[in-house]
């Protein structure tokens, strides 16, 4: 099953935002009889992230249309096939895990990533991010407008290289630290993208293949992107 099939089958059940009986029990079946290898689950998952991106009408409540991703999950989770295995990491700081860990992340994204972090002032970090934007990875960011103009913020000039940016322009704050990575991985915790952080903060770092929290996650992320308009 290649790329074109799998995104059409999907799109026929995407139509109403809610899976069908009928199309959930059309989908276990031919699951069951496809090899779903771990290449094959990422890239179906890709695909139904990049359906729930760009189809989900801006009228149609988040959750409407997240039911339809986490059905999907669900009966890929179900399916009698060689599933992904599920794999989570804690890092702790002070001391530099956490940031070397984010840096191998972003090095290591083939296609895309999200960032959706309070601020950033790790030059480290931003250099893997811009070595990343080099390559052509596709990266969207999502910080606080109050920390943006912080001094050392590295905001701006990730910006300034093109990286699409956008802003919490509200009274209050835009406090997530969570990063998205080729919809695979999702990286979350306390842990602030700075150099006070690894040097000097007791903080966290959790990494999880978890399908279900990515799913929640990038509806996050969607959410608050379409949000704070440019």
């Given amino acids: 099953m290649d790329r074109s099939q799998i995104r059409n089958m999907l799109l026929q059940t995407f139509e109403d935002f809610q899976m069908t ?3 959930r029990s059309a989908l276990n079946q031919i699951f069951s009889h496809v090899s779903l290898t771990d290449h094959n689950l990422s890239l179906i998952r890709n695909e139904a ?10 009228g149609v409540p988040d959750g409407q ?4 991703l986490e059905d999907l999950i669900k009966i890929l989770a179900n399916t009698n096939t060689k599933e992904a295995a599920l794999s989570s990491e804690a890092l702790f700081s002070p001391h530099d895990d956490c940031s070397h860990r984010i840096c191998r992340l972003i090095s290591s994204a083939r296609k895309k990533f999200d960032i959706c ?8 970090i931003t250099e893997a991010i811009l070595g990343a934007h080099a390559r052509q990875v596709q990266i969207r960011i999502i910080t606080d407008n109050d920390k943006s103009f912080d001094l050392g913020s590295d905001i701006e000039r990730l910006e ?5 940016v956008r802003t ?11 990063a998205l990575f080729d919809s695979e991985y999702v990286l979350t915790g ?12 007791s903080e966290n770092l959790v990494i999880t293949n978890d399908p279900q929290l990515l799913v929640r996650f990038e509806s996050e992320f969607e959410k608050l992107w379409n949000g704070f308009v440019v």
Wanted: charge should be positive.
């Fill in 168 to 178: 919490d322009q509200t009274e209050y704050h835009m406090h997530h630290k969570f």
């Fill in 117 to 124: 972090v309070f601020t950033i002032t790790d030059d480290r």
């Fill in 21 to 23: 009986r009928s199309e």
């Fill in 49 to 58: 992230f990049q359906i729930f991106r760009e189809h989900k009408p801006a």
């Fill in 190 to 201: 306390s842990y602030n993208w700075t150099r006070s952080a690894s040097l000097n903060n």
């Fill in 65 to 68: 249309a997240l039911s339809w």
């Fill in 160 to 164: 300034r290289s093109g990286i699409p």
